[in-house]
């Protein structure tokens, strides 16, 4: 009887550990307030849930992002769904409350910022598609879990951007969509 060669094979197993925390030369919070931070700002209009704001927060501090700028019915800190998933990044990334999205959108404007709403429309641009300005500001709306971007604010702007999805839903969660926005535009400029 001829063996299959897979029973031959020797498999090397090279293992693997999780670095300890002064390995991962995490910033203290004092630290992370004087870093200079990416001149990304992320405007959340109407987001529902303080569970995916407490995310972006985090992701938010993952990237060393500027500002974050909670509009409409967003909860703001200290609410406990936002603490819950932020994990005291709520206490390091700026963030300011603006209750209409139009006042953040003429203040970003008239600060020079590139102001793009992630929404399908008829006037998208897929994510990977934009030529990323690595001087320029940023600053990228997200919108109601259920309604996206709000018509009004749309009407405001020129184009939005896409993000490429290939399944039969053609939604993401918001803050899956922030972390997607956020590492393409941050890999894009380096």
């Excluded at 197993?13 to 870093?35: A, C, D, N």
């Excluded at 967003?74 to 390091?92: V, Y």
């Excluded at 969509?177 to 380096?190: D, K, Y």
Aim: proline share 6%.
């Amino acid at each position: 009887m001829i063996c299959p060669p897979w029973k031959y094979r020797f498999v090397i197993k090279l293992s693997m550990r999780k670095l300890t925390m002064p390995e991962l030369g995490r910033q203290s919070r004092e630290q992370f307030v004087s870093t200079q931070k990416k001149p990304i700002i992320l405007v959340l209009d109407n987001i529902r849930s303080g569970l995916n704001v407490g995310s972006i927060f985090r992701t938010a501090d993952a990237f060393a992002l500027e500002k974050v700028i909670l509009c409409g019915i967003t909860p703001q800190p200290p609410h406990r769904e936002i603490l819950k998933t932020a994990l005291g990044a709520t206490d390091s990334v700026l963030w300011e409350y603006l209750p209409d999205c139009r006042d953040a959108i003429r203040i970003l404007k008239e600060g020079g910022y590139q102001v793009w709403p992630v929404e399908q429309t008829d006037r998208s641009r897929s994510l990977d598609s934009i030529p990323w300005n690595t001087g320029a500001g940023y600053a990228f709306i997200f919108g109601n879990e259920v309604d996206g971007v709000s018509d009004a604010v749309l009407q405001l702007l020129e184009e939005s951007i896409e993000i490429p999805q290939f399944g039969t839903k053609h939604s993401l969660n918001v803050a899956v969509s922030v972390g997607i926005v956020i590492w393409h535009c941050i890999s894009a400029m380096e």
